[in-house]
């Protein structure tokens, strides 16, 4: 009985976020409702109002880029591997995904949200992302900068970078893919003091 509850859910936030790709939050309740397959009545069994239905699209979009991205290591995994790990991590989540990826840059531009919402919404991905850039850099090995601002530049600099490489309709090679996640490595990296001659 209760699948095809969680069934029907599913398939309104998942019509909800092709429109909200496809023409932004000025879909109607009865665009989500035909592209769902539902009654328009029906998405009010799920969901008091567009606000809460929105707040069930950021939901879900939070727990698909965390599956994605947060991943516990044991103490023997080194910082350095960690990042790295999360760097690649999150050029796949962006790059696998062009929807999901449209999707996840559109609601954090356009927030029908307030923004203390928001952040309790993408809470457990930022906490993960400051907790290990925080890690890293205590244990050394990043600059000295401010985490949060260190996570935010990765994901930024992930998410545009794809955004423009996606354009022209070709796959993304592996050695791009390298060349991005080194990029965005020796951004933050802290810098090996250099040798001074004698």
């Given at each position: 009985?209760?699948?095809?509850?969680?069934?029907?859910?599913?398939?309104?936030?998942?019509?909800?976020?092709?429109?909200?790709?496809?023409?932004?939050?000025?879909?109607?309740?009865?665009?989500?409702a035909?592209?769902?397959?539902?009654?328009?009545?029906?998405?009010?069994?799920y969901?008091?109002s567009?606000?809460?239905?929105?707040?069930?699209?950021?939901?879900?979009?939070?727990?698909?880029?965390?599956?994605?991205?947060?991943?516990?290591?044991?103490?023997?995994?080194?910082?350095?591997?960690?990042?790295?790990?999360?760097?690649?991590?999150?050029?796949?989540?962006?790059?696998?995904?062009?929807?999901?990826?449209?999707?996840?840059?559109?609601?954090?531009?356009?927030?029908?949200?307030?923004?203390?919402?928001?952040?309790?919404?993408?809470?457990?991905?930022?906490?993960?992302?400051?907790?290990?850039?925080?890690?890293?850099?205590?244990?050394?090995?990043?600059?000295?900068?401010?985490?949060d601002?260190?996570?935010?530049?990765?994901?930024?600099?992930?998410?545009?970078?794809?955004?423009?490489?996606?354009?022209?309709?070709?796959?993304?090679?592996?050695?791009?893919?390298?060349?991005?996640?080194?990029?965005?490595?020796?951004?933050?990296?802290?810098?090996?003091?250099?040798?001074?001659?004698?």
């Open positions: 009985m209760d699948a095809p509850v969680i069934d029907k859910r599913e398939r309104i936030l998942s019509a909800a976020s092709d429109l909200i790709v496809k023409n932004g939050l000025q879909c109607s309740m009865a665009e989500i035909q592209v769902a397959g539902v009654a328009t009545g029906t998405l009010y069994i969901f008091a567009k606000e809460e239905m929105v707040r069930g699209v950021y939901q879900r979009l939070t727990a698909k880029v965390g599956s994605s991205l947060i991943i516990e290591h044991g103490p023997e995994v080194p910082h350095e591997t960690r990042v790295r790990r999360y760097i690649d991590d999150y050029i796949r989540l962006i790059w696998a995904d062009p929807e999901q990826a449209i999707l996840f840059e559109y609601l954090s531009n356009i927030p029908l949200l307030q923004p203390g919402e928001l952040r309790s919404l993408f809470a457990p991905v930022t906490d993960f992302t400051t907790k290990i850039f925080t890690e890293a850099h205590a244990a050394g090995v990043l600059r000295d900068f401010d985490p601002v260190m996570g935010a530049y990765i994901g930024g600099g992930i998410r545009n970078t794809l955004k423009w490489r996606r354009a022209d309709g070709s796959p993304l090679t592996e050695l791009e893919r390298r060349q991005i996640a080194e990029m965005c490595w020796s951004a933050i990296a802290r810098e090996e003091p250099t040798a001074t001659g004698g």
